[in-house]
């Protein structure tokens, strides 16, 4: 994609003059010559870099960088004057401008800066891409409309940025270190996500492995290792399987929790570590707590805020969708045809009970699209009973209906803005208007 620049000066020459340096150095400009013109430009996804001049009729300089920062505030802007002054590029920097220029610039000062700024744009718009790529992938397991799904989501967008620890209940297959993942990608710890699984490393290597040890502390221990927990130092670290931490490692591992501080092996010396902690567990630990399996007081700590992911069976609704997600990942992986099911195929996968959940449904996708197993589609059965049911929807059209569905009644709840049902629905405010697009929902004015 193309970026170009955005232009806000009313100055006739100065606005020509600018222009004709950005086409002679192939750069693509739109001129405005107000605020209130360029306002309704910021949105368009093919601006890289705004370009304001100061003193403008009606609202300044200034109030198209507060614009610019409200809509996006990594777009940058560079700000220009006649009347240079310390305290306004002071200012200018300080509410958020890219740079700071005054009259009168060469042409190539200007050309330069603008440069760097499209660059920069360019970086932030690969990065949204990739995240948004990377979350597609990893984020599969939290697809859905149904109640369970979007009360995890909820609960996710609502503890991100608080210092707490969590812990996530839910069978094997749920999707509690997608949810984990989440937690970190969504808050502001700049540290590392570093996943520990309880029941996989043996009780032997545990306390070496996951608290560190110092050179000499054991016999092969010729240097000191860091260990998980301090790797996690500023970030997230989550405790996969919690339940088959060991009995001796808990206690020292509540110690850790609670001041925040440990001991490598072999060390006297207390590391202070910031970290949070989220831990995954299958089974009940307030049963395995009475029964003596697991210590009381690491329940009691760890149970502070919960997160319960439902399994499959308890949000069949979502199997539809989850399929199709799944078969278009495999089809792209395994460069093979997406796969044809009937209705009646789709009502008995419905209908299933799914013990291994979303991770059983991802590999039975697989298995679709690659042709094996016992459910592969038989495509002339396939075309007899799509035959037979004509006036049945398609699959991709219940899954538009209902999408659009939850897109009207969350427009309804929220009387109509689209900022607020974008953020009821997890979705980039862009987003959700090219969803309104495609079913030609009208929302009402903002």
Not at 2 to 24: G, M, T
Not at 67 to 95: G, K, M, N, S
């Amino acid at each position: 994609m193309e970026l170009k620049v955005l232009l806000v000066e009313d100055d006739a020459a100065v606005s020509r003059s600018i222009a004709q340096a950005f086409r002679l150095e192939q750069i693509a400009v739109d001129v405005c010559t107000s605020v209130e013109q360029a306002l309704p430009l910021i949105s368009d996804p093919t601006v890289g870099a705004v370009v304001s001049d100061v003193r403008l009729p009606g609202q300044d300089g200034f109030a198209m960088l507060a614009a610019v920062r409200q809509f996006d505030t990594e777009l940058p802007i560079v700000v220009i004057t006649a009347y240079a002054h310390i305290a306004l590029a002071i200012q200018a920097i300080r509410e958020g401008a890219y740079d700071f220029i005054e009259k009168p610039f060469s042409a190539d000062r200007l050309v330069d800066v603008v440069r760097r700024a499209l660059e920069k744009r360019r970086l932030v718009l690969d990065n949204r891409l990739l995240r948004d790529a990377l979350r597609e992938r990893d984020g599969s397991l939290l697809i859905g409309h149904s109640s369970a799904i979007e009360r995890a989501r909820q609960r996710v967008a609502a503890l991100a940025d608080i210092d707490v620890d969590i812990l996530i209940n839910g069978e094997t297959g749920t999707g509690k270190e997608v949810i984990a993942r989440a937690l970190h990608d969504s808050s502001e710890r700049k540290g590392h996500f570093v996943a520990i699984n309880c029941g996989a490393i043996p009780e032997s290597v545990f306390d070496s492995e996951v608290f560190g040890h110092e050179a000499g502390s054991f016999t092969g221990a010729q240097k000191r290792r860091i260990g998980k927990i301090e790797h996690a130092n500023h970030g997230t670290l989550f405790l996969d399987e919690i339940e088959n931490m060991p009995l001796a490692m808990q206690v020292k591992f509540l110690r850790v929790l609670q001041e925040r501080k440990l001991e490598r092996l072999g060390s006297n010396d207390l590391v202070p570590v910031s970290f949070r902690v989220v831990a995954a567990t299958k089974e009940s630990l307030r049963k395995m707590s009475d029964e003596g399996k697991f210590r009381s007081d690491l329940y009691y700590r760890l149970n502070v805020v919960t997160i319960d992911m439902p399994a499959l069976r308890d949000r069949r609704e979502d199997i539809p969708v989850l399929l199709q997600h799944f078969a278009r990942m495999a089809g792209a992986r395994f460069n093979r045809p997406l796969p044809a099911w009937t209705p009646g195929q789709l009502r008995r996968w419905m209908e299933a009970d799914w013990p291994g959940n979303v991770r059983e449904l991802r590999n039975f996708a697989d298995r679709l699209v690659l042709g094996i197993g016992e459910d592969t589609v038989n495509e002339s059965a396939a075309i007899d009973e799509i035959a037979a049911s004509a006036n049945a929807a398609s699959l991709s059209s219940r899954v538009n209906a209902f999408e659009r569905q939850i897109i009207d009644d969350t427009l309804k709840q929220n009387h109509g803005s689209v900022a607020k049902a974008a953020e009821a629905l997890h979705l980039p405010k862009k987003t959700l208007y090219d969803k309104l697009r495609k079913h030609r929902i009208e929302p009402a004015r903002e």
